[in-house]
């Protein structure tokens, strides 16, 4: 159309504003207003005007030095109708580009220039442009007064269209014309504009008003820790995500970290969207009951909290896929317009002098067709981002509501529903991080259900208009082929559930392997354990193979299944309508192939919706039976008891041994109790001045943890106030039950729990009112300090353990330090007592764990404090203080009422009052002179059990300044002291590492962050073989170039039949054999190539697939190898949540989503260089465009990578103290409820929610960063491949085969060149799992080979047990200084040896020297003659017995956990039960040896593991047995028997006891006294004992 336009030169300025053909153009006869340049011209003035009223305030900065509030300027909004000025100065300038357009067009054809025609729209676009800038401005400086220069301007304008418009209906100028239709929007939206101004005076009054409307900034804006700015800023800043460029550019700088984002705002935060949850809640509530069991209350409680924003996301996504066909329709435009030289377009009209065009031809123009392409898509783009940013907002506000609402309830849940295993942590925290995650990404998806429909109904409209029936025939093989992805896609959500079953199983045994490897390697048990996991990861990896085949078919059918609808569309267009009006041209084949790239997105989107939709149905379910199960009550009603459960899955072993013994109770003994309790209960109510003086009383209380089979029965007891309450019996009668039943954590069957408290006046009036208050209602029981059996910590600072959201207090923080003798430990470690002690305390001791939770008890300034065997993992030394000073002297001078659960019976003379347990129910309970008189038996068993009593004052004063002796400043806790000296060596190895960071290697972090680790992909590369990776590589270039083969062919057969048709226009052929025009070559390549491509797609998607899955079981398997034959060294500095993690989630990183990552950046890569090819060859001008768009792109990449990486980092270690918090609360609920800390533990939950929602928020707006700005990238590669191509069609004669071509790839660089930088992040993230678990595998592993084979060994080594020890010097590590030092000892064969001393002496050291756990540097170890060092590692280890003082069991049997190596026979197991006094309750189990062992051995007591500990050790039966303080968990009534039972059991072997506590040693053959890593003691007990000054004998004296 403008081929033949050739401007004529002018020469005057003035004459070319209007024009010099027009020789009427200054006539004004019929008045100025019917002169059509005096009309365009007027409409100048009210831009000049604005242009020059703004341009001091804008430039000189007045407006922007006004403002009087402390705010972030660039965002707050402070005037009405912000939002709708932003958008319709939007349309404005929309509507002036198409002005301009329509003018160069209708000046095309004029004989001269006319620049009144689009001159005056140009001056529009920058005064709108101007005016929107002034606005931002004035209203950031809160200087509304100035804004009298827009309402000026606004009023200018619509007055001079609206007179335009006017004359233009006048002189008959009418709709057909588009000139008449853009003027006339423009009167309407300046129209508009004025309407917002003047709204803007009325609402804030700042003209013509005596008292201006005062306005304050919103909360957020004041609080400058609020930096996420999306709701607040403009829309343009809003829709463009401006505002995060300073964010982006500074991660470069900076690295990202919770300080840098800030705080959420207030409407983001948890607790304001749970507020609205709840509120929806509750409205369902109102409504009518909500259903115990069914989901669709949570349903409609969710639409009506979180639907509105929902709505919005859907109608952005509707907007943007109608936006998204412009993209077909321009192409198939711009290329019928190069390719047609007859334009049926009308003719223009000249009126008024001038031109005036219709709107058919001026969409009839490729330049039009261009330009239009390019808006479209830059608002397609926008409302598409704007879609996915509001859908992952709402899910991200919705998943922090329920989170908050899951910890409200797992706050009340009954502690049942955990013990009883019907509710585990995995599951609840499975619910948090699964589940809620579910519900949040349905609802990004959510707006495809509804989108998608309408986008397949018009895409397919569409087809049928350029196909015909072809299309519809195309759209039905991709609807018949869509449910085949459906099913592939349920097949793959199967395959990966599968998986996800043995991944659980795999990680649980690789945790059981890892928390016990010291016994795994002790007892050379770890290649069991090791192919136990081997065998679990067969079977995930047999899944992971359905899985990766699951998913290369799902990428072979997005790739194939398009090419196979192209091919079938033209195909039957060829035979089938040919010889119609639908003809095979340029302009139908790439349009229809452009909407066919449309329509299979969603079609393929389909089956991840729907997949996505089941998953939030299932998690919606899950969460609704969550939210129904059992509460807690405070007060609770009696439960009606139901008859036990006949399935024989009892879990409870309390229940079962009640239920084993209750028969062989003795009548005698009920009666007597029965009797103790009226007499008891007779003094209890004589009057009720004394009833005052009890703080618990228990009334004929029934309690279970499960309905059935109660677990305390007939429970009559009190508790006085302000004394010392001790609770003894054996292990498993009850006693820890007994403290939670008193703290209302178990079941009430029937009885009543009555909590007093002090009276505030002791008159007895008071009390007498107070006695009948507390007899008609049970006051509600207030805060008690509890530390339970095993001790519960948080993952945080030693302090904050202790101090646990107290008020600081230094002089009692420092009394409480000192009487648990925390202070040694403190001192030990890296920070002090500001050193994180890991999740569950993992990297202190067991005495270091139970002094800290003993520590927190007593801090608390709480009346009442409940200690749960605090004695059982201290030694006698520590125990002895700790009872003392703290409880006999602290607590008392506070006059706290203490009850205390103990085995150590040598401290009943100190109880005020002593209830003793027996089978669930209260044997007796008084005075200990009381249960003398009433029970002498039980007194004087208890008697013979006890410690000697203290004798003379002058012996006491002896112990305790030898006490004080013990403990220096270096003590460590004796617990572990292995893992003491580890800690101690660890510590300094940490203190000497954290002085090395300066600005040289801050430096080098951030360049390092800048860089791709290429190494780790070469590493993940090379583990994929030589047979693979060339594979892979090859098919991939050979699939991309076979697709580019494909659609050149497209273009050269369409630009041949257009070519025919011209050649039979000119020959004038009618329609005869020689005019045809034979496609059947063309199509017969192109079916070739087609097969070839689908081939390609089906090989590639394989190749993926195997390659990732040949990796991932090769480094799983050297990780898991290298792991096991790793020196103990590895476990000791290294936490144990860091290895766990190598084989959770780097491990599922790299099984799972590396393959998938590397397709997708394969893919997109070679397509947009695919496309960048095409386009460059099409017009070689483009490659002068590309630099500065790829300048463009590697900056932006550069920038997003850095940040992306830092966000997901981010993102992922906010989520992990999430998720720890809710497991860590569900473990330590008991303790949280005890101390009534149940709202200071909600408030840092919704602490972590927040930190983990702004992390994910700040993701996701940078990834609507990156995307907005490469979109809009690829819109500029469109825009620039369209004018070059159609300037190069129009006047270099190129094909327009070639240019449809180059435009439909040049749409595939704006889809795809994202995907690549948004893969890249993702991939360097992944690389990183990569990097950690190669380091791990470069582990030095132990020497397992020795100089002799195990065939040299000789048969029943060691047959004697004798141990021949020369010179023996050991240490940790080369590096580390020795830990034994020239020690010489000789043990006899049969030989019992006590080995004593105190921490850090050297007696674990000791013990661990003989199964070569540590580095002998010097002298040797000689057994039954034989050079231990020669020996191999197994055969050594496996030869041996060891009991450590931790009990560890294994999840699985009774049989498995006492012999996994199957060696020994039942009646060898039920021997060694026997022996441990365990044969009565595992033959109550049901299975017997059978019976099912939980993880960590839970569903036993601390004191029953142990047992089973021992019960192992005596299975093996070996020559040498080692004893680390094996019975520091039993009753002193158990251990005296065991004791008794190794001096016989073992009379012919040799054992060595470490001993913490010296009585337990005094029987043995000879001691071993240790001191600073050597030998200063060694005889018989008695010898050492008759010398006074002997260490031994003050060992023996201070633990008397």
């Known amino acids: 159309m403008m081929r033949g336009y050739r401007p004529t030169p002018v020469s005057n300025s003035t004459l070319s504003f209007c024009g010099t053909d027009n020789s009427s153009a200054y006539k004004v006869d019929n008045g100025l207003l019917n002169n059509g340049c005096f009309l365009d011209a007027l409409g100048v003035v009210p831009h000049v005007f604005l242009l020059f009223s703004t341009f001091p305030i804008l430039f000189i900065g007045w407006g922007s030095q006004s403002s009087k509030v402390h705010i972030h300027h660039s965002t707050w909004l402070h005037f009405p109708g912000h939002n709708l000025r932003w958008l319709l100065t939007t349309v404005l300038l929309f509507v002036l580009v198409c002005e301009i357009a329509e003018g160069i067009v209708s000046d095309g054809f004029n004989q001269s220039r006319h620049l009144h025609l689009y001159m005056p729209a140009g001056l529009g676009i920058l005064a709108a442009v101007t005016s929107i800038v002034y606005y931002h401005n004035i209203e950031t400086s809160n200087f509304p007064k100035l804004l009298i220069a827009l309402l000026i301007y606004w009023t200018l304008a619509f007055i001079t269209k609206t007179i335009k418009f006017v004359k233009y209906d006048d002189h008959g100028i009418g709709l057909r014309q588009l000139r008449f239709c853009i003027t006339g929007l423009l009167a309407l939206l300046y129209g508009l504009l004025l309407g917002v101004e003047v709204n803007v005076i009325l609402r804030r009054r700042y003209m013509w008003f005596p008292y201006p409307t005062e306005v304050k900034p919103p909360d957020d804006l004041q609080d400058l820790g609020v930096r996420f700015q999306q709701p607040f800023v403009n829309l343009l800043s809003k829709s463009t995500y401006w505002w995060m460029n300073t964010f982006i550019t500074s991660a ?28 929806a809640f509750d409205a369902q509530m109102e409504d009518g009951p909500v259903p115990l069991k069914g989901s669709r209350w949570i349903w409609r409680s969710l639409r009506q909290a979180f639907g509105r924003p929902l709505l919005l996301s859907i109608t952005f996504r509707f907007m943007a896929d109608l936006l ?46 261009a330009v239009l392409l390019f808006l479209a898509l830059l608002l397609q783009r926008t409302f598409l981002q704007a879609s996915y940013y509001v859908a992952i907002e709402t899910g991200i506000k919705l998943r922090g509501a329920i989170q908050t609402k899951i910890y409200n309830k797992i706050m009340r849940l009954c502690t049942s529903n955990m013990s009883m295993g019907d509710m585990t942590t995995a599951q609840i925290c499975s619910l948090v991080a699964r589940d809620t995650n579910h519900l949040m990404w349905f609802f990004f998806l959510c707006p495809n259900l509804w989108a998608m429909p309408v986008q397949i109904v018009i895409g397919v409209l569409l087809l049928y208009s350029l196909l015909g029936v072809s299309a519809l025939i195309g759209a039905t093989v991709i609807a018949v082929l869509a449910p085949l992805q459906y099913f ?40 069991i354990f090791r192919s136990s996991v081997e065998e679990t990861r067969r079977q995930e990896l047999t899944n992971l193979r359905t899985f990766a085949l699951y998913t290369s078919l799902s990428i072979f059918m997005n790739a194939a299944i398009p090419i196979a609808a192209v091919l079938t569309i033209f195909v039957v267009h060829v035979h089938v309508q040919s010889a119609t009006d639908f003809d095979l041209s340029p302009a139908v084949a790439f349009g229809s192939l452009s909407l066919f790239h449309i329509l299979v997105t969603p079609l393929f989107l389909l089956s991840s919706v729907l997949h996505s939709t089941v998953k939030a149905l299932v998690s919606v379910q899950k969460l609704s039976e969550f939210l129904g199960s059992t509460e807690i009550e405070t007060d609770q009603d009696p439960i009606v008891q139901t008859p036990a459960n006949n399935n024989g899955n009892i879990k409870s072993v309390y229940a079962l041994q009640l239920q084993a013994k209750l028969v062989n109770r003795k009548n005698k003994t009920k009666q007597d109790v029965n009797r103790n309790f009226e007499q008891h209960d007779q003094e209890l109510t004589a009057s009720a001045a004394q009833e005052e003086e009890v703080c618990i009383k228990i009334i004929n209380g029934f309690f279970t943890w499960t309905q059935g089979c109660p677990t305390l029965t007939n429970i009559d007891i009190k508790v006085p106030f302000g004394q010392l309450t001790m609770i003894v019996g054996q292990v498993g009668c009850g006693k820890s039950s007994l403290l939670l039943a008193a703290l209302g954590e178990m079941q009430k069957i029937s009885g009543n729990i009555t909590w007093n408290s002090l009276p505030k006046s002791d008159s007895e009036e008071n009390v007498r009112a107070h006695y009948m208050s507390e007899r008609q209602s049970h006051r509600k029981r207030g805060s008690v300090a509890y530390a339970s059996q095993r001790p519960w910590l948080l993952n945080a600072t030693v302090e904050e353990n202790i101090l646990f959201d107290m008020a600081p207090n230094e002089k009692r923080y420092k009394e409480v330090i000192e009487v648990c003798q925390l202070q040694p430990d403190i001192d030990t470690l890296p920070q002090g007592d500001q050193t994180v002690i890991g999740e569950r305390g993992i990297i202190l001791s067991g005495g270091q764990r139970q002094r800290i939770s003993v520590a927190r008890a007593l801090y608390q300034q709480t009346n009442v404090v409940f200690l749960d065997d605090p004695f059982s993992a201290l030694d006698i030394h520590l125990s002895d203080h700790l009872m003392h000073e703290g409880i006999l002297k602290f607590l008392r001078q506070e006059k706290r009422t203490v009850v205390l659960v103990t085995h150590k019976l040598q401290y009943l003379p100190h109880a005020d009052w002593i209830i003793a347990m027996r089978d669930g129910t209260v044997q007796t309970q008084g005075t200990l002179k009381d249960i003398q008189y009433a029970e002498p038996e039980l007194f004087e068993q208890w008697r013979t059990l006890m410690n ?48 090395s960071t300066d600005e040289d290697s ?80 063309y199509l017969q390549v192109f079916c ?15 190749a993926v697939e195997w390659t990732g899955l040949r990796v991932a079981k090769e ?39 590396i393959p998938a990552t590397m397709e997708c950046l394969s893919r997109s890569t070679l397509l947009c260089v695919s496309a960048v090819g095409v386009i460059s060859y099409v017009t070689p001008v483009f490659l002068i465009a590309l630099l500065p768009l790829a300048i463009a792109c590697y900056f932006i990449q550069k920038y997003f990578r850095v940040a992306s990486r830092d966000l997901q980092q981010l993102e992922d270690s906010t989520e992990m103290p999430l998720l720890s918090h809710y497991s860590q609360t569900i473990e330590g609920l008991t303790t949280i409820r005890a101390f009534r800390h149940e709202q200071k533990f909600k408030k840092k939950l919704l602490e972590h929610t927040d930190a983990n929602n702004i992390s994910s928020l700040f993701l996701t707006a940078a990834n609507r960063w990156l995307e907005v700005r490469m979109e809009y990238v690829g819109a500029f590669v469109v825009l620039i491949a369209a004018v070059a191509s159609i300037t190069n069609a129009l006047y270099s004669q190129v094909s327009a085969g070639l240019v449809g071509l180059g435009l439909t790839y040049a749409l595939m660089v704006s889809n795809y060149l994202n995907w690549i930088v948004r893969n890249l992040a993702d991939m360097e993230v992944q690389l990183g799992c990569v990097k950690r678990v190669s380091a791990l595998i470069h582990t030095q592993p132990e020497s397992y080979d020795g100089l002799m084979t195990p065939a040299q060994v000789p048969a029943g080594w060691p047959k004697y047990g004798e141990i021949q020890i020369n010179n023996l010097s050991v240490r940790y590590d080369t590096s580390l200084k020795a830990v034994l030092r020239h020690v010489n000892a000789h043990i006899k064969p049969g030989q019992k040896v006590g080995i004593c001393g105190r921490t850090g002496s050297g007696k674990s050291s000791f013990s661990l020297a003989l199964f070569r756990m540590v580095d002998t540097f010097e002298g040797q170890i000689l057994i039954d003659g034989i050079d231990i060092a020669k020996l191999p590692l197994q055969t050594l280890r496996s030869k041996f017995s060891i009991i450590l003082q931790d009990p560890i069991l294994f999840s699985g049997t009774i049989r498995f956990n006492l012999d996994p190596e199957r060696k020994a026979t039942d009646k060898m197991l039920w021997e060694a039960l026997e022996i441990a006094q365990l044969m009565p309750v595992v033959k109550a189990l049901p299975g017997g040896l059978d019976a099912t062992v939980t993880e960590g051995g839970e569903n036993f007591s601390q004191g029953q593991r142990q047992l089973f500990c021992l019960a192992r050790a005596f299975v093996r039966k070996s020559s040498i047995l080692i004893m680390d303080e094996a019975t520091a968990s039993i009753d002193m009534a158990t251990e005296s028997i065991l004791q008794k039972v190794v001096m016989t059991a073992f009379a012919d072997r040799t054992v060595v006891t470490i001993a913490h506590r010296v009585h337990t040693i005094l029987g043995s053959d000879a001691v071993i006294v240790m001191k600073h890593g050597a030998i200063v003691e060694y005889d018989e007990p008695d010898v050492l004992l008759e010398q006074k000054d002997s260490v031994f004998s003050a060992f023996v004296r201070a633990d008397k």
């Open 948 to 995: 000697r009593q203290n004798k003379e004052n002058s012996t006491e004063l002896k112990r305790k300044s030898f006490r004080r002796a013990m403990y220096s400043r270096d003590t460590l806790s004796l617990a572990t002291e292995d893992e003491d000296e580890a800690a101690d060596i660890t510590v300094s190895e940490v203190k000497d590492s954290s002085t």
């Open 1088 to 1102: 070739v190539l087609c097969g070839l491509g689908i081939v390609l797609c089906l090989i590639t998607s394989l």
């Open 252 to 279: 470069h700088k900076r690295p990202i970290d919770l300080k840098t984002i800030g705080k959420l705002p207030i409407s983001m935060r948890a607790l304001t969207n749970y507020q609205r949850l709840r509120k």
């Open 1115 to 1153: 480094l799983h398997c050297s990780l898991l190898r290298i792991i096991v034959l790793a020196p103990m060294r590895l476990f000791e500095t290294t936490p144990l949540g860091n290895i766990l993690n190598r084989f959770s989630t780097d491990t599922n990183t790299i099984d799972q989503h």
């Open 488 to 527: 592939v896609a349920t097949r793959l959500s199967r395959a990966q559930k599968s998986t996800l079953e043995y991944t659980s199983e795999r990680l649980k045994k690789t945790n059981e392997l890892l928390r016990g490897i010291k016994l795994l390697k002790l007892y050379a048990w770890e290649h």
């Open 324 to 369: 998204g066909f412009a993209g077909p329709l321009c192409i198939s435009g711009i290329v019928h317009h190069i390719s047609s030289d007859n334009h049926s377009a009308l003719p223009p009209v000249k009126l008024l002098g001038v031109h005036f065009i219709s709107s058919e031809a001026f969409l009839a123009n490729a330049y039009v067709l």
């Open 1002 to 1081: 801050l430096r080098a972090e951030l360049r390092h962050r800048t860089t791709i680790p290429w190494s780790s992909f070469a590493t993940y590369l090379r583990a994929a073989g030589m047979l693979l990776l060339p594979l892979l590589i090859l098919s991939q270039l050979t699939k991309h170039s076979l697709m580019v083969a494909i659609d050149f062919w497209l273009a050269h057969w369409t630009s041949h039949v257009i070519a025919a048709q011209v050649e039979s226009a000119e020959r004038n052929c009618t329609i005869t054999r020689d005019c045809e025009f034979s496609h059947s070559s």
